[in-house]
């Protein structure tokens, strides 16, 4: 019966962010940044702690640098991440989104199909959805680690519409950060912007906006009909 359903769908495909969407993580994140570079003397001013939201680490360098000390550099700044990252590992579970599972579930019985594109590296990828029991509901799983750029490039959005075997204009984009919902606009896909009440982003280039996970299934009928 879904597959019948899904020839008259505008939209046949959802395609996830990670944090700050299925996960509440973003906040995590920040104060990790934060208190990063409190360790090495430095106060980052709040603007640029939130332009870090949504992307790599290169991303982060490129909006922090200015603030760090003169002799760090790319790979310095990768490398002491990381192994300060690695001391505050937490656990995604107990992170979800309210109303993910029972989304992502819905979704699936009405024969959408599914792909997750997120900033964060293929290894955080794989913990979050072995920890969460994402695996089921996805057709795709794609990292941005995997392109030459992650997000604002719209590269992870195309291949995941690829890969879905869908086009662009029949997946819709689930974002909360500024980088990501460029990313899925400039894909030539609708955005769906979960409200980031905790940060300060930029969410307005997003077609929909929602407070919570429970209004996709609404909002994809409206859509669709």
Same mark, same amino acid.
């Given at each position: ?12 495909a ?6 700050g ?17 409190? $360790? ?15 992307? $790599? ?22 490398? $002491?991440y990381?192994?300060?990252?690695? $001391? ?32 964060t ?23 941005g680690e ?33 980088y ?14 979960k409200?980031?009440?905790?940060l300060e ?15 996709i ?9």
């Amino acid at each position: 019966m879904a597959d019948r359903i899904d020839r008259y769908k505008r939209i046949k495909a959802v395609i996830f962010d990670l944090d700050g969407v299925l996960v509440d993580t973003e906040v995590i994140y920040v104060k990790r940044m934060e208190e990063f570079y409190k $360790t090495h003397g430095i106060m980052l001013p709040k603007k640029a702690l939130n332009a870090t939201v949504g992307g $790599t680490l290169d991303v982060s360098w490129k909006k922090l640098k200015a603030h760090s000390p003169k002799e760090w550099d790319i790979e310095f700044f990768r490398k $002491t991440y990381r192994e300060y990252a690695a $001391t505050r590992e937490f656990c995604y579970k107990e992170h979800l989104n309210e109303g993910a599972m029972e989304v992502l579930k819905a979704l699936k019985r009405q024969g959408y199909l599914m792909a997750l594109a997120s900033s964060t590296p293929m290894e955080r990828l794989n913990r979050a959805m072995d920890e969460c029991n994402l695996k089921p509901y996805f057709t795709s799983v794609l990292s941005g680690e995997m392109f030459v750029e992650s997000k604002p490039n719209p590269e992870i959005y195309l291949k995941s519409a690829e890969l879905l075997g869908f086009p662009p204009s029949e997946c819709i984009v689930v974002e909360d950060s500024h980088y990501g919902i460029q990313s899925g606009k400039r894909a030539g896909m609708k955005v769906i912007a979960k409200r980031e009440m905790k940060l300060e982003i930029d969410q307005s280039n997003a077609d929909y906006f929602i407070h919570g996970l429970r209004e996709i299934i609404p909002l994809l009928e409206e859509i669709n009909s």
